[in-house]
């Protein structure tokens, strides 16, 4: 092989959308803060839904938003910027287990809705609420890519 067809090769790279990039949400510091701070657009919950394959209901139970105010977000256009941080946590987490079922969207989404054990027996879609909750489920999507115990 010559010299020149290093220079020249080119890897074939085939990038995902990110779940964030999927349902529009800024992936840098600045705009993702500036994002949330305004509050996300009610069509990012919706897409969301879609991209997990869940209902409204149980995206709007785990970051705490009633139906009465899910309402009235439809009708203002946009979510609280606690709603839509919680949001945000929730779409995080979705890709890091994205990422640790290396792209397989079924496995992520029921890893998301099943009871586990280094969580106090709670399931990661409840576990959205604080930044101390999400942590420790980032940790543990590290740990369990790590093959570390938990």
């Known amino acids: 092989?010559?010299?020149?067809?290093?220079?020249?090769?080119?890897p074939l790279t085939v990038k995902k959308e990110t779940v964030l990039q999927m349902i529009g949400i800024p992936d840098r510091q600045k705009s993702l803060w500036d994002a949330i701070y305004e509050g996300f657009s009610?069509?990012?919950?919706d897409?969301?839904?879609?991209?997990?394959?869940?209902?409204?209901?149980?995206i709007s139970t785990a970051i705490e938003l009633s139906s009465t105010t899910l309402h009235r977000r439809r009708k203002l256009g946009v979510l609280s910027r606690e709603e839509?941080?919680?949001l945000y946590r929730v779409a995080e987490i979705y890709q890091a287990a994205i990422d640790l079922f290396e792209g397989d969207v079924k496995e992520a989404s029921a890893w998301m809705f099943k009871p586990a054990y280094a969580l106090g027996d709670r399931k990661p879609i409840d576990s959205v609420n604080t930044v101390a909750e999400s942590?420790?489920?980032l940790t543990l999507l590290r740990r369990l890519d790590q093959g570390v115990g938990v």
Do not use: H, N
């Open 47 to 58: 897409k969301l839904v879609d991209v997990m394959g869940v209902e409204k209901k149980t």
């Open 135 to 137: 942590d420790a489920v």
């Open 42 to 45: 009610i069509g990012v919950l």
């Open 84 to 86: 839509s941080d919680k």
């Open 1 to 10: 092989m010559s010299a020149t067809s290093f220079a020249t090769y080119k």
